[in-house]
């Protein structure tokens, strides 16, 4: 059974940096791309970064360019985002999601999703 | 940035009938479109991708339809399981934006 693990969300000040963690299983994590997606309260869904497999190549939102880095352990299963420069439009549930295969177009749709992690941003 | 606009925002129905949701491309996205599910408090599901192939599990009434900008998802007899939160997102470009949602509710 494929499972995805967020954590490292939370309460953090304006300015403020947090780091995103992912735990995944039930499949070949490195056989997968890999992204994340946020929701803000009451809000619709927004694409925020995507990895390929290998971590080399790396895609982000205009609003996470510059503040935000998407990384991965292949070893260890396990996404990363690193936010940096939060926020308060920041505050959000950051979904990490697996793309359904490691290349275009199948790599860009997310046939599985964690249950999110809660970033607030305010002073 | 491509934008994907659903319509409508909120449509009313009845168990049983047959719904029909819409999604519009800025762009051309060609057939690289996506149908999530979601409900409250949970994270959202894949319901279509490739603009109409349905995704494992997903039930025979869900089918997606639709090229170039316009597309459509249909229910085809509404159950008490499909009222929802659905959102399109097209993945041709980066960022594969979202569309803002339609509430499926109770009439």
Avoid at chain 2, 71 to 78: D, E, H, N, Q
Wanted: hydrophobic letters at 30%.
């Amino acid at each position: 059974e494929v499972q995805l693990l967020e954590s490292g969300g939370g309460l953090v000040q304006p300015g403020g940096s947090l780091r995103l963690s992912c735990v995944a299983s039930g499949f070949t994590f490195s056989d997968y791309a890999m992204t994340w997606v946020r929701q803000a309260p009451g809000k619709g869904l927004e694409w925020v970064s995507l990895i390929d497999t290998s971590g080399a190549d790396t895609f982000y939102a205009d609003s996470a360019k510059g503040r935000f880095t998407i990384s991965r352990d292949n070893s260890k299963g396990t996404l990363y985002l690193q936010l940096s420069s939060l926020r308060a439009e920041d505050t959000a549930v950051y979904y990490c999601a697996k793309g359904r295969g490691s290349s275009y177009p199948h790599s860009r749709y997310l046939d599985y999703w964690g249950q999110g992690t809660l970033v607030t941003v305010s002073s | 940035e491509t934008v994907m606009t659903q319509s409508p925002a909120t449509l009313s129905a009845s168990p049983g009938e047959r719904v029909t949701l819409s999604c519009t491309a800025s762009q051309s996205v060609s057939g690289d479109l996506a149908w999530y599910q979601q409900k409250p408090g949970q994270a959202p599901r894949l319901l279509i991708y490739g603009a109409s192939t349905r995704a494992t599990a997903i039930p025979a009434r869900f089918s997606g339809s639709g090229s170039g900008t316009e597309f459509t998802l249909t229910i085809g007899s509404l159950q008490s399981e499909d009222f929802a939160l659905y959102f399109c997102q097209q993945y041709n470009y980066f960022p594969g934006t979202f569309g803002q949602g339609t509430e499926v509710e109770i009439k």
